[in-house]
Structures are given as structure tokens and as C-alpha cells.
């Protein structure tokens, strides 16, 4: 830990992390919102053992976890997936950020149940409000469902934590969490993940659905884990053209990064950001397809877009749901955020990238037709970009 402090208030001039009034701003209001938050949850996390010690006995069958690369509709198929009425669950914001505990889920939920409307209109018009910016680029809410992945950060036990300080060396290795994290303290994470979902699962009102599915760009590297942990697992992934996934990922990061610093990305932390997509890629290919650690399902980007339903539909009967989904009006109209990229040329792909971009067997893909390349003439890739 005091490596860790150490690491992090060290200062390199013209660094991100300079001391510039804009991050001194942030950090003043940032670091004790989370100091408190933090301690918030881990009270909650705490109570759980003494008030329903039964969370640990609470099965997890057949998980589901969409272990696609970013911005290729992973939040579109997720919100797919948990709609009302479809048979997964997954964690909403609201959960991972001050309620990953069973104690402090049905303590606000008890509250909002109770709430005068007017203070429930009050509390989404903030939410709207608070998340607007976010809205542009990634569909965002409290109340939506989410990347799990947050809930770590309590536990200081995943690479979102080094976003403030994006240069630093702390957390990279959870980046490359396969390959490069311990085998103890991968341990560690998997086992506080499985009681993080555990605590979900136990706290669903009663009578509701149970099957667990969850998505978060980390998740690529992580395939080993889930698959050690979760032994009756699935993977689910979306191909989509590199061309397009490498610049609105672009994108992504910049709008990330701008919270924590005005400094602009340099050419090497931007190669770096590209390496890691790269690297994702071909873990995912040879854990999958050349060495499947666990059964994986590949859905093609332009599929999920222009057939949503019967991607869903056939997604459902693949993982062995039984019963044929309803899709409400909310299902079907789904998010689109504007395309504030330019897609890469090939000639620009092949600059940044090492190795040649592998394609996934037609036999794993969802629809069973033939499989075009990403980037071939045939690749119908609507430029829109979806979360």
C-alpha cells in the first residue's frame, strides 16, 4: 500500500499527473467522495456477514459473460439480455457504485419503494442530468445496467483505478489480468467477484430471475479466470471491424481521460491503449477458438445492429433458456450515440497494429452463415457507434 501511495502522488513535470490547478480541483472533491463512499460500501460489506451470512451459499448457474472488446455493442446487447421479461440479471450502476453489499441493496431499495413520487421524479431528472455528458458517447444511468467491473474499486482490485493517474504503472497488471497478475492475488479478486455476485443473486426481490450475465472491457483478459471460477460459464463476443472499434475506442479514452487531467494524450500512452485492444484480441482468439477454456459464441456486430430481436432470440435458445422472449417497446428501441470517430483506412489499421487481426470460426458464430473478415468488402459495419 505504501508503494502504492508512493507511486501515485509522485509527480514527472509535463506529466498528467503535474500539478495543474484543473487536477488539483478534481482531487480535492474526488478523493474524499470516494474515502467516504468507500467506507460506506465496506460497512455494508461487513453487515452482510452477521445479517444474512446466507449470501455465501447462494448458487451461480450458468453464467453468461460478454467478454467483447470495447465499444462494440457490448451495453446494447447487455440491456438486451436484462430487459423485463428476459432471463438474466445483471448488476445496475446504482449497485456497483454504494450498494454492492446485500445489506445496503435492500436498505435502498426499501427507501425507494417508500419514496414520495415526487422525490423519485426528483432523483431521475438528476440522474438524467448527472449523466448527460456521458449519454453522448455511452449510455449511462443508475438505474441501467452496468460493467460489474466498478463494484471492484472498493476493494482497490481493478485497472479502472488507474484512470486518475493514467501514466502511472499502478494497475497495469490488472490489464493483462491472465497473464500478469499473481496467482494469490488473482485468487483474491476472483473469490471478492464471486461474493460480489453472490450478494446480487441473493438479493433479487423474490421470485425473480437468477441467471447472471455480465460485461466489462476487462473482461477479455480475464477469460482464464472466468473460466477457472465459473466452470459452467459461457463467453459471449461480438466481432466488429477493427477499423471502427480502434478509433471510437479512441474516442472513449479521451472523454475518460478529460475528467482527470487536460494534459493531451501522448503518441506512446495512446500506441499503448492500442497494444492492449490488440493484445485482447488474440487472447480472447486463442482461449476461445484455438484453446477454448470455456463454450464461446460469436455475434457479429452488423447482426446485432439491423436483427436485434432474432440475435437475442437465438442467443437465448443457444444458452438453453427455455420459453420464447417477449420484447417490450423499450427493448426495441435501442441506444444509438452519435459517431464522433472517423473509421481507420486499412493502411492506418496496419500502422498500429503487430499482427495481423484474427478472424473467429464461422462455426462459433451465432447465425451460422458465412463468415466475412473484418475489413473485406462484404464486412456491412454501420458506422453508428452503439456502447
Known sequence: MLELITKLFSVKPGSMRAWRWRRVLVVVWVFPLFGLIAMWNQIGLALDWVLYPGFQKQSIQKPVFIV?????????????????????TA???????????????????FLWRNAPSPIQSLLRKTDTKLF????????????????????LMWS???AYMGFFYPETEVF????????????????????????LIQRHLYALPEGARRRFVAKNPLMPFKVQA?????????AVLIERDPKRVLPSAEQLILHLLDFATDVPLSNQERQSFIDLIEDDQHHLHEHLAQKPVMPGIVIRFPDLVQRREEVLTELLSVLGCEGTPVFSETAQATHK????????????????LSRPWPNWPNAMCLLHEEWQAPGTRQSQDPATAHG
Request: a positive charge; charged letters at 25%; proline letters at 7%.
Open 91 to 109: 448488476l445496475a450502476l446504482w449497485e456497483s457504485l454504494i450498494a454492492p453489499s446485500v445489506t445496503h441493496k435492500k436498505l435502498l431499495r
Open 337 to 352: 450515440t452519435p459517431a464522433r470517430y472517423t473509421p481507420w483506412t486499412e493502411e492506418e489499421l496496419n500502422q498500429v
Open 68 to 88: 467483447s472488446l470495447p465499444r462494440t455493442g457490448t451495453t446494447n446487447l447487455l440491456h438486451g439480455m436484462t430487459d423485463p421479461g428476459m432471463p438474466f
Open 226 to 234: 472466468l473460466a477457472a471460477h465459473f466452470p459452467d460459464a459461457t
Open 172 to 195: 497495469r497488471d490488472m490489464h493483462r489480468f491472465d497473464r500478469d497478475v499473481s496467482p494469490a492475488r488473482k485468487q483474491r479478486i476472483m473469490t471478492r467477484y464471486r461474493r
Open 132 to 151: 448527460k455528458g456521458l449519454n453522448v458517447i455511452h449510455k449511462a444511468s443508475l438505474f441501467c445496467k452496468e460493467e460489474d467491473e466498478l463494484a
Open 156 to 158: 482497490l482490485s481493478t
